[in-house]
């Protein structure tokens, strides 16, 4: 009898159950003994769930996250030791012993090293290149402008981080969150400030998804009627000779110029050549489908998983979605201003609203764009206008990446 | 503090500068390529284009008896690829074979993902 009662005491005991309300030192937040900081964390990604199920805000990834978090955070399933790639979270020099993670880690830790080595970034990027027809650029290439323009939010909101307190690594990872490009602000976050990895990416895909809602009141703020009922000329046609030279000369340019964006730009522009030079369909096909969906799902379960209540439950992750907001507003206006100023300069031939595309959430941004025209004029078609900044915003953001990782070797 | 604001202040605004040096650079380079490589292609453009079937299209039609059931087929062909629209709405205008340059490899490719 003794023994049956000693083993069901035992069995209780190594519950997550009671975990939760045996919180020892080593669990940051605890109140009474209550594992608190757990509970708000299964919270929160629930929370999360219901936003990627529910409201449909970017599910690809934010479903991953989501439920990554939630079984990250669920006591005693050692699924993910972050303590491994970062720590206690407060050395900023800390060495990864990747023996240790090889040897002890579980399936979210092995999983975990292609963000830590910057492996899964890139690889999405080839999907995304694939995917991306840049003609409507290649045809109309003032739009790079745009897309440069637009980066405008990344750099003041890396500003902001540095006036909020942050050091210049984790400023320069905030401020890439207004290049509203996930696998870029992935990459670059992993490789200057991990810790702050779950809480930018969260805010990254959340801003995202919202940009149809964040981008339109500025739109019409910054915009007269008159600009925004222009109808744009018709684009020319792209040769296919253009669509494959297009890559390699991007490519070339701009590793030449900022050789740290090149994991990205040269996935990017790999990925699109597979789909331009039409002698590599398989390699396009499997890049655009089979390999970014493999890698979408180990990228978002394991960001989420690197959410512990250690890192995340601070004052810093409100900051970074302030921040984070504060980035994607004004990197609309950027693309909006600038926007502007060419419509001045060819006479009123260019509509501005193509600007606010600029940032680089593909095909949203361009989306938001038509929609926002449309509403001005129903038979204006400003779509494909806008996909060119768009694009552009994609090469934009990742020079913006290559120029911030380049910085920080110097500064930091 | 203050050594990390002026620090960062020049990285941003240098940040900014270099992003529009970088992409200015693409935009001279493609416009500089578009010169060259449109007069080039031109011609290859031309032929490699199949003239688009018009629906609707009013039309005077001048074709060969032979050629009936050919023309038949086509419309056909195109009322069924259209989906919801009936042979009667249809006019082919002109027909052109085009030649087909792709490997045997992408042609399977194509096929698997038609059917």
Known sequence: MQLLLDSLIAFLQSTGIAKIFAATESTAIALGGIDVGAIIMIGISFVLLYLAIGKGFEPLLLLPIAFGMLLANLPMSNIMHIEYFIGDGTDPNFQINYGEVLHHGGLFDLLYMGVKLGIYPPLIFMGIGAMTDFSPLISNPKSLLLGAAAQLGVFVAFFGALLLGFNLLEAMSIGIIGGADGPTAILVTKTLAPTLLPAIAIAAYSYMALIPIIQPPIMKALTTKKERAVKMTTLREVSKTEKIVFPIIVATVVILIVPDAAPLIGSLMLGNLFKESGVTERLSKTVQNELINIITIFLGVTVGATASANTFLKKETIFIIILGLVAFCISTVGGLLFGKLMYYVTGGKINPLIGSAGVSAVPMAARVSQTVGQKEDPTNFLLMHAMGPNVAGVIGSAVAAGVFLTFAKFFA | ?115
């Open chain 2, 1 to 115: 503090m203050e050594n990390i604001l002026s620090q960062g202040a020049v990285i941003a605004l240098v940040g900014y500068l270099l992003v529009f040096v970088v992409l200015s650079a693409i935009w001279g380079i493609l416009e500089l390529s578009k010169k060259f490589f449109t007069r080039k292609t031109d011609k290859v453009k031309e032929e490699a284009i199949t003239p688009p079937p018009a629906p609707k299209a009013e039309t005077k039609v001048e074709i060969g008896e032979d050629e009936e059931e050919l023309i038949a087929v086509l419309t056909a062909a195109v009322a069924a690829s259209l989906g919801r629209t009936s042979t009667y709405n249809l006019n082919i205008k002109s027909y052109r074979r085009v030649g087909s340059s792709s490997p045997a490899w992408n042609k399977i490719s194509r096929q698997e993902n038609l059917s």
